[in-house]
């Protein structure tokens, strides 16, 4: 008894220590210790990505290969030949070149196919030059045969210092060794000879490398046991051996190494046909690395940040981090000004020399409050910044396995089960309930979004559905509160909108991206504005009114039907749709950076009807409520044994025919076309599985409400601070250890979402005042604000 005394003790001082504010603190910590760490490694090894492209990577998922610290976009011929247009429109002239053996040759030839209109078929090998060009898009690309390194390669570059830039090519690929491996049998005067020869080349191509891009490729390995007689003696030692001459005399040139070539070859290494060409899926990411290098920069590819400039700050922006900054030395000063002086007091029953600090002003405590507030987001809006619209951190492709998915899956839901407690309440859908649900659905969003299972059509089209609860609970709570409080004043009109929109609002100034671009809270915001006009529009109609004069229930039938014959009129009259939400100025709420609405159409109606289900499904539960049809006042089933087994066993074939449809239907168009007649019935089925048992509807997972407590925090923040690039990437704190990197970073983004869920919640008493004066004053600076951010940005 002692010991488990003295085990709980401990349980409890550990709970203690370890709370919310702590967790944060340690994330501050480790930010720190991170920011401190990269700012080592950029100082050390510079910042240049195109370096972490070009030398390093590795394997992951399904043979995806994965470059050190970067992103790489998989550009497809219509990307390659935009990209050479658009340089080509500039003025500039494309002109790669490839000298060396016919391991080269391979990939010149994968780059030609790579870039013309249509593939055609290899020439046949030959010890000659090549030439491509294309006048369409004014490239040229050449393959110079030069396999050794020897005088005739020497007299080459000679001629390039000496002709004009506009002649001379942009980019230069050069690599040589398994020829003369061949040529001399393996020798060890031969290896002597190319060290001499390298030595003469180097500095020619050191001054190359001053005007043009220039890469020395280093020598793939050789599959040994697939290699003909005649190259038994190119061995991967003697390979070795070519590769650490050329690194020793090229180290300190202007020439860049291009050393993940081999790590690639080495990783496909048996799908080498002859064992010393490189195979296609090798040949596909040396073409794929060639073209980051060359395109990033002037295609801005979200998911390619390799080789990539960062995103230029905006005026906006500079006003944005100049006003936090100021909020950050006001917080300072005041933290300063509120150091408490000793003094001493003289009071029966304290003794002379005590401390005290003089009480403080309701005034200067608001003050405090709103300034380290302020202050406390500027930062978290800087480390924001700084990991999705700069080069310090780094970023990583995402990249799916069924592993990746479905263990974090399992070991999340796990958790969850394992934190499980009594709720005080027992009503269908109780809040705690809808925290939980809402904390599970957004965890496995997040798992989504990490893994990039999108991919995967029947998950796609399950998170779909979680997606639609989601809203169909916004709109199953929102009318459960005006229902029973008849609140339709202005102020909790503006409090929730303020709440679910202050974070997003924030983003939009600091990372420069529309108000649509965080597509999940317009929506929400949107259904929320309808719900409230739906309810108070005359006649309003409410619990105690419907009571009181039950022809009033019809009125609500009637709202309904309403409702959803408009959301159906917008839905079949596109054009109509883009009228009435183009029109300005609320125009910029519903348009990407483009102009375009296309984004907003998708999103409106894929969920069109489900805020509108879930009020629906609130007001027929209050219904079957009044009518004592469901007594849900108790920890009983709501049902006799004989319903309740056959509503459970229906609810069973809803969600097995809603998976059988994402199982069997055949694309994502067709599949959302579909999607919002059928998307109640798994969630119906979901609800009465949860709730018809006492024992399930009364007990929940508190480590799933809590989540669900912040889960729309958890939403936003993703995209920048634990996916990177706008969400198409995984931001890098820990290189090379993507398990232990997944893991930091989920922790920092937690404690994140959970600090602004709390200065939000302190914010919004200083920007919605339970004052109508106040409020109006506050609603009108927002607007003159606004304006000149709206001609900013071309809204108005």
Same mark, same amino acid.
């Given at each position: ?25 340690i994330?501050?910590i ?25 030398s ?24 390659t ?5 658009y ?30 209109s ?7 090998p030959a ?19 030069h ?32 020829w003369?491996?061949?040529v ?5 005067? $031969? %290896?002597?000879?190319? !060290?001499?020869?390298?030595? #003469?080349?180097?500095?020619y =191509?050191?001054? *190359? ?14 599959n040994?046991?697939?290699?003909s ?34 790590m ?20 596909n990411?040396y073409?794929?690395i ?33 006003a ?8 300072? $000063? %005041?933290?300063?000004? !509120?150091k408490?002086?000793? #003094?001493?007091i003289?009071? =029966?029953?304290? *003794? ?18 709103l ?22 951190f ?13 263990i ?15 709720s005080?309440?027992t ?18 969003i ?12 029947p ?20 009318f ?12 909790r009109?503006w409090?929730?909108l ?27 915001s ?5 719900s409230?006009v ?5 006649p ?18 009637l709202?309904f ?18 009228k ?32 509108a289900?879930?009020m ?25 044994r ?22 069997l239907?055949?694309?994502?168009p ?8 059928i998307s109640?019935?798994?969630i119906?089925?979901?609800?009465v ?13 508190t ?36 398990v232990?990197?997944?893991i ?7 404690c ?8 939000t919640?302190i ?5 919605i ?28």
């Amino acid at each position: 008894m002692a010991d488990d005394a003295r085990h709980g003790s401990n349980a409890v001082e550990v709970t203690h220590h370890f709370n919310a504010k702590n967790a944060k603190l340690i994330a501050l910590i480790i930010v720190v210790g991170f920011l401190v760490y990269h700012g080592l490694i950029h100082v050390t090894y510079g910042i240049d990505s195109c370096k972490w492209l070009l030398s390093d990577g590795r394997f992951q998922g399904y043979q995806v290969w994965q470059p050190y610290g970067c992103m790489m976009h998989s550009y497809t011929k219509i990307d390659t030949r935009m990209c050479m247009r658009y340089i080509a429109y500039w003025g500039a002239k494309n002109h790669i070149v490839f000298i060396g053996d016919s391991r080269l040759r391979y990939i010149y030839y994968k780059l030609v196919n790579t870039i013309r209109s249509k593939e055609e078929k290899e020439d046949e090998p030959a010890h000659k030059d090549l030439h491509f060009s294309d006048p369409d898009i004014r490239w040229n690309l050449d393959f110079l045969w030069h396999p050794m390194v020897n005088t005739s390669m020497y007299e080459v570059f000679e001629k390039w210092l000496h002709e004009e830039p506009k002649k001379r090519p942009k980019v230069i690929i050069v690599g040589s060794g398994t020829w003369s491996i061949k040529v001399f049998n393996g020798s060890m005067e $031969a %290896v002597e000879n190319y !060290r001499t020869n390298m030595t #003469r080349l180097m500095p020619y =191509l050191d001054q *190359l490398g001053k005007k043009s891009k220039v890469l020395w490729m280093l020598q793939e390995p050789v599959n040994e046991d697939k290699l003909s007689r005649n190259r038994k003696m190119i061995t991967n030692d003697q390979i070795k051996l070519y590769n650490s001459i050329a690194i020793e005399v090229l180290q300190y040139s202007s020439v860049q190494m291009w050393s993940s070539a081999r790590m690639i070859c080495l990783g496909v290494i048996d799908e080498m046909e002859d064992g010393l060409h490189a195979g296609n899926v090798a040949l596909n990411y040396y073409v794929q690395i060639l073209l980051n290098m060359y395109c990033n920069d002037h295609m801005n590819y979200n998911d390619g940040t390799c080789c990539s400039s960062p995103e230029s700050v905006t005026t906006l922006q500079i006003i944005t981090f100049l006003a936090f900054g100021v909020c950050i030395i006001l917080a300072i $000063a %005041v933290m300063i000004h !509120r150091k408490c002086k000793p #003094r001493k007091i003289q009071k =029966l029953g304290m *003794l002379d020399g005590a401390l005290s600090c003089k009480a403080q002003d309701p005034n200067q405590n608001s003050y405090h409050e709103l300034v380290t507030s302020l202050a406390r987001l500027g930062l978290i809006m800087a480390y924001f910044y700084l990991c999705d619209r700069t080069n310090f951190f780094m970023k990583e492709n995402k990249y799916y396995t069924h592993l990746t998915f479905f263990i974090p899956f399992a070991y999340v839901f796990a958790l969850g089960l394992f934190f499980s407690e009594e709720s005080q309440h027992t009503q269908v859908l109780h809040r705690d309930q809808t925290d939980e649900t809402k904390g599970w659905m957004q965890l496995i969003i997040l798992i989504y979004h990490m893994t990039g299972a999108s991919q995967v059509l029947p998950i796609y089209m399950h998170v779909r559905v979680l997606v639609t609860a989601y809203l169909f609970l916004s709109g199953y709570g929102h009318f459960t509160y005006f229902w029973h409080t008849g609140d339709y004043g202005l102020y909790r009109l503006w409090h929730v909108l303020f709440r679910m929109n202050l974070l997003v609002v924030v983003l939009c100034l600091s990372m420069n991206r529309p108000y649509q671009f965080y597509y999940f809270v317009p929506l929400v915001s949107f259904w929320y504005a309808v719900s409230y006009v739906t309810m108070v529009i005359i006649p309003q109609v409410t619990n105690s009114s419907a009571e009181a004069n039950p022809l009033q229930y019809l009125y609500m039938v009637l709202k309904f039907v309403v409702l959803f014959s408009i959301v159906t009129v917008l839905y079949m009259s596109e054009v109509f749709f883009e009228k009435i939400f183009v029109t300005r100025p609320w125009k910029a709420l519903f348009v990407t950076t483009d102009d375009s609405i296309k984004e907003w159409w998708f999103r409106w109606k894929i969920d069109r009807y489900s805020v509108a289900s879930g009020m629906l499904l609130a007001f027929a539960y209050h219904l079957l409520r009044q009518y004592r049809i469901i007594d849900d006042n108790n920890h009983s089933n709501l049902f006799s044994r004989g319903l309740s087994l056959t509503a459970t066993l229906v609810s069973f074939i809803g969600l097995g025919i809603y998976a059988t449809f994402a199982f069997l239907c055949r694309n994502k168009p067709e599949c959302n076309e579909i999607h919002p007649y059928i998307s109640f019935v798994p969630i119906l089925s979901f609800i009465v599985l949860h709730n018809i048992s006492g024992l399930l509807r009364t007990r929940y997972s508190t480590f799933f409400a809590w989540f669900g407590k912040i889960s729309l925090e958890l939403f936003i923040a993703q995209y920048h601070i634990w996916l990177a690039a706008d969400t198409h990437g995984v931001l890098v704190l820990v290189p090379s250890y993507p398990v232990l990197n997944v893991i930091i970073t989920t922790f920092i983004f937690v404690c994140i979402a959970h600090e602004v869920h709390h200065i939000t919640r302190i914010l919004v008493k200083y920007a919605i005042p339970n004052d109508w004066r106040y409020l109006v004053r506050n609603v009108v600076v927002f607007f003159l604000i606004l304006v000149p951010i709206g001609f900013h940005d071309g809204m108005f």
